[in-house]
């Protein structure tokens, strides 16, 4: 991608009601590592997550826990959902609640404009809904209860019973736009990825839309229609609006014009909001489309999805607390290919720590650094004359940086560091091959120990760079070991499309004692 271009991410905006687990923190890293990419690549980046705090199932749990559900949301964010950003090194660039005033204020704007159009009406409707989806559910999330709840109609995610709703609700015209979501899919093939998405996506639109209705009239924990106070806007078409309210739609004109289109990575369960109902209000409202949507799978624990209520869910902290935050980042977004369901388990997490962090990336900085203070008392040699051998490495660098980068544009993170990872492996075969601690009983091999040496250094350099949008506590703590710090400067300025360049790292610079970046790991 070109540089200095505008990249506006988003997470899917989350609904607080249950504490963060994995499923969650795996979809912020992800698009933490994207954002931080581009930024670090020279584009106008921004990134945006949140939390979705209206709605039926917010003012019940606030009622159970005696509070109103303003003091509720507001528990819920500042005692779980900031921290776990701070957590897993989440670098967003804003964080909306839809119960702040700049987004209601917009949301009412928004709608008032899809009215004025003549594209909502007001009919009655009557559906069976989920409170835990906050959805009413189509047909094919319906089953039959067992159990406790045999006889009864249950949501085929929460396996609790749906409530059939009769209310006097507002309609968004959503079945006018069908055609038009065909021709979008058909002109743009990438609006929707991966592939098994986007197949996914436009059988349901084929199969005929329905108009959707966009207001609740039974209770009031919600942003009010402009046009008549005795309804709320739907939950979740209210949380949409977010991507753009967060920008400036309606108020900053010249901000929303910078940032939008966005591209929005979101869990494959939530993909028909995303890729349907958002892309048909925004062109009810005349503004652009987003730039594409990306479904990542699901993590299975146990072969279920990530759930509080089916206790499958795992606290993030639960991870980082043994392994760090760092470990969490790269374990999720190189072990499951992004945009494909993923299996956890802990087996597989600390067998992965050891052999490619620790032993491979970790021990690869260590005896880098400890060589170049044994045997040139801590400062980075000069380079000789360089073999095909030495070259070998400096075309897997590019390669490396090159691949990476395409496949970043693809969004397919587990790839960028699968050919980051080239960089290490070789760099290990590389130091094994040349024997540094050989070299250096030779007084005539100096030059020849220089080489390698430089080469292994250059080689780290390259890595802390490209792995930093990954392992940004990590790589720093490398950036400064290798003394890149003093003489390139601050690791996130370096220009990360550039990082394959060969000579980078300054002969002559001190190099600092590193601890290990990957402690060894006491499990119980």
Request: aromatic share 12%.
């Amino acid at each position: 991608m070109t540089s200095a271009g505008s990249f506006y991410i988003t997470t899917p905006i989350y609904y607080p009601s249950d504490l963060p687990h994995i499923g969650h923190g795996y979809t912020s890293v992800a698009v933490d590592t994207l954002a931080r990419w581009h930024r670090q690549g020279g584009d106008d980046t921004w990134m945006l997550t949140g939390t979705d705090e209206h709605g039926q199932k917010m003012l019940r749990a606030a009622a159970a826990n005696g509070v109103t559900p303003q003091q509720w949301v507001d528990k819920l964010v500042t005692e779980s959902w900031f921290p776990l950003l701070k957590t897993l090194d989440v670098a967003n660039d804003d964080f909306i609640r839809t119960t702040q005033p700049r987004h209601e204020q917009a949301v009412q704007a928004f709608f008032q404009a899809l009215y004025d159009r003549g594209y909502i009406y007001a009919g009655e409707y009557e559906a069976l809904y989920c409170v835990g989806c906050e959805e009413f559910k189509p047909e094919s999330e319906i089953v039959d209860g067992t159990g406790p709840f045999e006889g009864l109609k249950v949501c085929a995610i929460h396996s609790k019973p749906l409530e059939l709703l009769q209310e006097k609700n507002y309609f968004f015209k959503l079945s006018e736009f069908q055609d038009r979501l065909l021709e979008l899919y058909k002109n743009e093939p990438d609006f929707v990825r991966p592939d098994s998405a986007r197949n996914e996506v436009v059988s349901f639109v084929k199969q005929g839309l329905k108009d959707l209705s966009i207001s609740r009239s039974t209770f009031d924990w919600g942003i009010k229609v402009p046009w008549d106070q005795s309804h709320v806007i739907y939950v979740w078409v209210d949380a949409l609006l977010n991507y753009v309210t967060a920008i400036g739609y309606g108020t900053d004109d010249e901000n929303f014009q910078r940032r939008w289109p966005a591209y929005h990575v979101v869990g494959k369960d939530i993909l028909r909001f995303h890729a349907v109902i958002w892309p048909a209000l925004l062109m009810a409202a005349g503004l652009e489309v987003p730039r594409g949507v990306f479904a990542h799978g699901w993590l299975l624990v146990g072969g279920e999805k990530m759930s509080k209520s089916k206790l499958t869910g795992i606290a993030p902290t639960e991870i980082t607390d043994v392994f760090g935050s760092d470990a969490y980042r790269y374990y999720f977004l190189s072990a499951i290919p992004f945009g494909h369901d993923g299996s956890f388990s802990w087996e597989d997490l600390a067998a992965r720590y050891q052999a490619e962090l620790a032993n491979g990336f970790g021990n690869l900085a260590s005896r880098t650094t400890a060589m170049i203070e044994r045997y040139f008392e801590g400062i980075v040699p000069e380079a000789a004359e360089y073999s095909e051998r030495d070259l070998l490495v400096h075309k897997t660098v590019a390669d490396a940086a090159a691949a990476a980068d395409a496949a970043v544009e693809r969004f397919r993170i587990d790839e960028a560091i699968t050919a980051i990872w080239t960089i290490v492996d070789e760099l290990n075969g590389y130091i094994t091959d040349n024997e540094p601690w050989v070299l250096a009983k030779d007084d005539a091999q100096r030059a020849r120990l220089g080489t390698v040496l430089y080469t292994a250094a250059e080689g780290l350099r390259a890595l802390a760079v490209l792995l930093s949008p990954v392992m940004p506590e990590a790589t720093e703590k490398l950036w400064v070991g290798l003394g890149a710090a003093e003489t390139l400067g601050r690791l996130q300025d370096q220009p990360l499309r550039e990082a394959g360049g060969w000579g980078v790292l300054k002969p002559g610079t001190s190099v600092n004692a590193l601890a290990p970046l990957f402690p060894r790991v006491e499990q119980s």
